[in-house]
Protein backbone atom coordinates (compact mmCIF):
# COMPACT_ATOMS: atom_id res chain seq x y z
CA UNK A 1 0.00 0.00 0.00
CA UNK A 2 1.41 3.59 -0.83
CA UNK A 3 1.15 6.14 0.91
CA UNK A 4 -0.03 9.25 -0.25
CA UNK A 5 1.31 12.95 1.32
CA UNK A 6 -0.45 15.52 2.08
CA UNK A 7 1.00 17.88 0.08
CA UNK A 8 0.19 15.74 -3.25
CA UNK A 9 -3.10 14.64 -2.27
CA UNK A 10 -4.02 18.83 -2.40
CA UNK A 11 -2.46 19.10 -5.78
CA UNK A 12 -3.89 15.84 -6.83
CA UNK A 13 -7.28 17.25 -6.69
CA UNK A 14 -6.13 21.05 -8.10
CA UNK A 15 -6.86 22.57 -4.93
CA UNK A 16 -5.04 25.65 -3.81
CA UNK A 17 -5.61 25.77 -0.19
CA UNK A 18 -4.08 27.95 2.40
CA UNK A 19 -5.00 28.92 5.42
CA UNK A 20 -7.56 31.31 6.15
CA UNK A 21 -8.85 30.80 2.87
CA UNK A 22 -12.56 29.93 4.10
CA UNK A 23 -12.89 33.92 6.16
CA UNK A 24 -11.69 35.25 3.39
CA UNK A 25 -14.15 33.58 1.28
CA UNK A 26 -16.69 34.59 4.07
CA UNK A 27 -15.93 37.82 3.35
CA UNK A 28 -16.87 38.17 -0.02
CA UNK A 29 -19.96 36.27 0.02
CA UNK A 30 -21.11 38.61 3.27
CA UNK A 31 -20.36 41.61 1.37
CA UNK A 32 -22.38 40.50 -1.35
CA UNK A 33 -25.27 39.25 0.91
CA UNK A 34 -25.20 42.42 2.98
CA UNK A 35 -24.94 44.38 -0.98
CA UNK A 36 -27.96 43.03 -1.33
CA UNK A 37 -30.20 43.64 1.52
CA UNK A 38 -28.98 46.99 1.71
CA UNK A 39 -29.92 47.66 -1.64
CA UNK A 40 -33.23 46.51 -0.52
CA UNK A 41 -33.01 48.44 2.75
CA UNK A 42 -32.49 51.22 0.83
CA UNK A 43 -35.00 51.37 -1.79
CA UNK A 44 -37.69 50.30 0.88
CA UNK A 45 -36.61 53.15 3.34
CA UNK A 46 -36.47 55.52 0.49
CA UNK A 47 -39.86 54.54 -0.70
CA UNK A 48 -41.65 55.05 2.66
CA UNK A 49 -41.75 51.41 3.06
CA UNK A 50 -44.56 50.70 6.53
CA UNK A 51 -41.79 47.83 7.80
CA UNK A 52 -39.47 49.92 9.37
CA UNK A 53 -39.79 51.72 12.99
CA UNK A 54 -42.74 54.29 13.12
CA UNK A 55 -41.50 57.93 14.22
CA UNK A 56 -38.67 58.13 14.96
CA UNK A 57 -35.77 60.82 15.25
CA UNK A 58 -32.19 59.77 13.98
CA UNK A 59 -29.69 61.86 14.72
CA UNK A 60 -28.41 62.01 11.03
CA UNK A 61 -31.13 63.47 9.04
CA UNK A 62 -34.32 61.11 7.76
CA UNK A 63 -34.83 57.87 7.23
CA UNK A 64 -35.06 58.74 3.44
CA UNK A 65 -31.45 59.95 3.42
CA UNK A 66 -30.33 56.61 4.86
CA UNK A 67 -32.00 55.11 2.43
CA UNK A 68 -29.50 56.54 -0.11
CA UNK A 69 -26.76 55.81 2.35
CA UNK A 70 -27.75 52.58 2.43
CA UNK A 71 -28.15 51.96 -1.59
CA UNK A 72 -24.86 53.70 -2.10
CA UNK A 73 -23.27 51.12 0.76
CA UNK A 74 -24.58 48.17 -0.89
CA UNK A 75 -22.64 49.55 -4.26
CA UNK A 76 -19.62 49.88 -2.23
CA UNK A 77 -19.66 46.48 -0.96
CA UNK A 78 -19.94 44.85 -4.07
CA UNK A 79 -17.48 46.52 -5.37
CA UNK A 80 -15.73 45.73 -2.30
CA UNK A 81 -16.68 41.62 -3.03
CA UNK A 82 -15.27 41.77 -6.12
CA UNK A 83 -11.73 43.13 -5.44
CA UNK A 84 -11.36 40.49 -2.37
CA UNK A 85 -12.25 37.91 -5.08
CA UNK A 86 -9.90 39.15 -7.54
CA UNK A 87 -6.81 38.05 -4.89
CA UNK A 88 -5.33 41.51 -4.32
CA UNK A 89 -3.89 43.12 -1.04
CA UNK A 90 -6.00 46.38 -2.19
CA UNK A 91 -8.97 44.07 -2.29
CA UNK A 92 -8.52 43.69 1.50
CA UNK A 93 -7.72 47.00 2.20
CA UNK A 94 -10.90 48.38 1.07
CA UNK A 95 -12.83 45.24 2.47
CA UNK A 96 -11.78 46.27 5.91
CA UNK A 97 -12.56 50.43 4.90
CA UNK A 98 -15.75 49.20 4.02
CA UNK A 99 -16.84 46.83 6.70
CA UNK A 100 -15.88 50.01 8.92
CA UNK A 101 -17.87 52.69 7.06
CA UNK A 102 -21.06 49.55 7.36
CA UNK A 103 -20.31 49.25 11.16
CA UNK A 104 -20.62 53.10 11.63
CA UNK A 105 -23.80 53.35 9.03
CA UNK A 106 -25.57 50.56 11.19
CA UNK A 107 -24.99 52.52 14.56
CA UNK A 108 -26.04 55.67 12.90
CA UNK A 109 -29.51 53.69 11.50
CA UNK A 110 -30.60 51.84 14.57
CA UNK A 111 -33.67 53.85 15.35
CA UNK A 112 -34.91 52.43 12.26
CA UNK A 113 -34.68 49.02 12.45
CA UNK A 114 -32.42 47.88 15.13
CA UNK A 115 -32.07 44.04 15.44
CA UNK A 116 -30.99 44.49 11.31
CA UNK A 117 -28.55 47.17 12.18
CA UNK A 118 -26.94 45.07 15.31
CA UNK A 119 -26.55 42.13 13.09
CA UNK A 120 -24.81 43.87 10.33
CA UNK A 121 -22.53 45.12 12.86
CA UNK A 122 -21.67 41.75 14.22
CA UNK A 123 -21.09 40.40 10.57
CA UNK A 124 -19.21 43.31 9.44
CA UNK A 125 -17.01 42.61 12.76
CA UNK A 126 -16.31 38.77 11.44
CA UNK A 127 -15.47 40.27 7.85
CA UNK A 128 -12.57 42.71 9.44
CA UNK A 129 -11.29 40.26 11.46
CA UNK A 130 -11.15 37.55 8.40
CA UNK A 131 -9.76 39.88 6.05
CA UNK A 132 -7.14 41.42 8.74
CA UNK A 133 -6.26 38.14 10.05
CA UNK A 134 -6.01 36.11 6.09
CA UNK A 135 -6.39 38.19 3.75
CA UNK A 136 -2.50 39.48 3.61
CA UNK A 137 -2.00 36.25 1.26
CA UNK A 138 -1.53 37.60 -2.13
CA UNK A 139 -3.24 35.08 -4.18
CA UNK A 140 -2.60 36.65 -7.82
Known sequence: ??????????????????????????????????????????????????????NTSYIISDLKTWGWVAIVLGCLEVFAALSIWRGSTFGRWLGIAIAG????????????????????VALAVLVIYGLAAYGGIDRR
Not at 20 to 47: D, E
Not at 102 to 107: D, E, Y
Open 101 to 120: LAILAAMLSIPGYPLWSLTQ
Open 1 to 54: MSTITDRTRATDYGTDSYQGGGWILFASIMFVISATLNIIWGIAAVGNSRFFVG
